[in-house]
């Protein structure tokens, strides 16, 4: 509240909600990629993922209106902090040559992306039971107005972004 010289408790940002989604495109070819991904997403949120499908057809990429292309996830509250625990305290530290998040996946209203290119970095995906290396990705939304306000909420949570310097 000091650094932003804000006059009210219930200006400061917090938290309100994390997505976590998966792009499914290989599921257009395959039939059993959708349930190994729920699976995966299922044991990443410990909620259970909503099927993304097209809303049109696309003929140049075999694409189907109504047809399955990825899964999210919304959880909020409890769920949500769990979740943001497991994947700042293990999960990103576990990839290999991390040197921090980067600074410029703000949207410029306060939220945040964090795409991750493997499922493997959560301690409950087997390493032996995956049939495929898949990426996530991961929206923070809070109710920052814009992305410093942003930043220094999830820097207090400890969230590492990377040095500029």
Request: charged share 25%.
């Amino acid at each position: 509240m000091k650094e932003f010289s804000f006059t009210n408790k219930l200006r400061t940002p917090i938290v309100e909600k994390v997505v976590v989604s998966i792009g499914l495109g290989e599921a257009l070819t395959s039939s059993n990629v959708i349930e190994a991904a729920k699976k995966d997403l299922q044991l990443i949120t410990g909620q259970r993922p909503i099927e993304t499908k097209a809303k049109k057809s696309v003929a140049n990429f075999k694409l189907r209106e109504g047809q399955v292309i990825g899964l999210s996830v919304t959880l909020r509250s409890k769920n949500m902090w769990h979740f943001l625990d497991r994947l700042l305290n293990i999960a990103l530290p576990r990839v290999r040559d991390f040197r921090g998040v980067s600074n410029k996946s703000f949207d410029g209203n306060g939220n945040y992306s964090l795409g991750l290119s493997e499922q493997v970095m959560f301690p409950e995906i087997d390493y032996n039971e995956i049939d495929k290396l898949r990426g996530l990705q991961i929206n923070i939304v809070t109710t920052a107005y814009n992305n410093r306000e942003s930043k220094k909420l999830l820097e207090l949570l400890g969230l590492p972004f990377e040095d500029i310097n």
